[in-house]
């Protein structure tokens, strides 16, 4: 999916450098990981921009802007990345006033075989529970319902750290915010989920049952060509626990297909674990060889075509789980983030229940009732599909 982006960001590029070309831009940046890979190649095979900027050079990027406009003929600031923003880095927010993400972490220690993040990104760098705190406060303020927090794993968060923050630290510090509702985890690594996480999500009203684990695969010896600290067996015994301790809980998982040397029998095993129904949410990405990561020298290299099949049968398998799943929500009751007007008819309302985080998951259909953009209501389910609930606001 990494080299998606790539080709996507190759093609906004070529398209902004027609706008330069026309005359109607000044001056060409290209920011962020990209140049931050790839800052030699970038440099000789596109003349047409003026600057190339990476992950660590943010926070320079007014001074050389102003350097470029003064004349200067440099085409390159790319150092080793180590920024890490907090509460009083400038944000232009991008999401709806009534949620937003927060990265409580920067970079990543896990050093996946498959990953190219770290080479991105750089090691572990997590922010202090003041600083995090700080920033959602503010955003509660500006009326911000959810909050969802993201890192590239975000049991790890803290460990980096020399006054002993930890996750369970910092959730307990975010939801004493008086007017946050729901706070929702993104991206937690298997092994850092913890007794203590657990009990946090199970008892504290604010924080969604609702926990994202990508595990990647079920085979032991791909999870370990994979440098994935995780066995089936300690997989197993996390979804149970997470099962007997959160019993509401909604679990979300990733796996990756067409891992160089994956079998025909590992992918069996890998779609059986699939069908025995514990997921409520699955992505599936299909194995991308990224240039410098370990699983990219491996042999036994998978065709695309098989990547494909084995993608459209782990899907199609989840959807049927799915929708058994949803269609087991109806007659309840559950909490609704109404999100505006639907895209469909204007005659309804579409939002999102605690159980589907944003982006990812699917929606809500309003049928019935009133209620502004931002409000969280109680909403019965009247009717459900694969990814899709349908309900009617309960009016007090």
Same mark, same amino acid.
């Given at each position: ?22 005359? $109607? ?140 923050? $930890? ?5 307990? /510090? ?52 994979? $440098? ?67 699983? /990219? ?28 799943? $949803?269609? /087991? ?6 909490? =609704? ?16 229940? =605690? ?42």
């Amino acid at each position: 999916f990494i080299q998606d982006a790539q080709e996507e960001s190759i093609d906004t590029i070529l398209e902004v450098a027609d706008y330069k070309k026309n005359g $109607n831009c000044r001056l060409l940046i290209v920011s962020g990981c990209l140049p931050q890979r790839y800052r030699e190649e970038l440099e000789r095979e596109l003349p047409e921009v003026d600057l190339f900027v990476g992950t660590a050079d943010a926070p320079r990027m007014v001074a050389l802007l102003e350097e470029k406009i003064a004349g200067s003929d440099l085409r390159q600031a790319v150092s080793e990345p180590s920024f890490l923003y907090d509460h009083t880095t400038p944000r232009v927010k991008s999401s709806p006033f009534y949620s937003t993400y927060i990265k409580i972490a920067e970079g990543c220690a896990n050093h996946c075989s498959y990953c190219i993040i770290p080479r991105l990104r750089g090691t572990l760098r997590s922010r202090s529970i003041d600083s995090v705190a700080a920033e959602a406060q503010r955003l509660v303020s500006q009326g911000v319902a959810e909050i969802n927090l993201i890192a590239q794993d975000i049991t790890a968060y803290g460990v980096d750290r020399s006054d002993g923050a $930890n996750l369970p630290d910092l959730l307990r /510090a975010l939801t004493k915010i008086d007017e946050l509702r729901w706070l929702r985890l993104l991206y937690a690594y298997p092994d850092g989920v913890s007794d203590e996480l657990i009990d946090l999500v199970a008892g504290e009203e604010k924080i969604c049952s609702y926990l994202d684990i990508p595990l990647q695969h079920i085979d032991d010896e791909l999870l370990k060509q994979m $440098n994935r600290r995780v066995s089936e067996q300690q997989v197993r015994e996390l979804v149970a626990r997470l099962r007997e301790r959160i019993p509401d809980l909604t679990l979300r998982t990733s796996f990756i297909v067409g891992f160089p040397g994956e079998t025909q029998e590992q992918f069996e095993k890998l779609l059986s674990f699939v069908e025995e129904g514990h997921f409520d949410r699955l992505g599936v990405f299909r194995y991308s060889r990224e240039e410098g990561t370990a699983a /990219a020298e491996l042999p036994e290299q998978i065709p695309e075509r098989v990547k494909k099949e084995r993608y459209k049968r782990l899907m199609k398998a989840q959807a049927r789980i799915s929708f058994r799943k $949803n269609r /087991a929500l109806v007659g309840r009751v559950e909490p =609704v983030l109404v999100e505006g007007v639907s895209e469909e008819t204007e005659l309804l309302l579409r939002g999102r229940s =605690v159980r589907q985080a944003p982006d990812v998951d699917g929606q809500v259909y309003i049928t019935a009732g009133q209620a502004e953009v931002g409000d969280i209501v109680p909403l019965r389910i009247t009717d459900s599909s694969e990814y899709d609930l349908i309900g009617e606001i309960v009016e007090d």
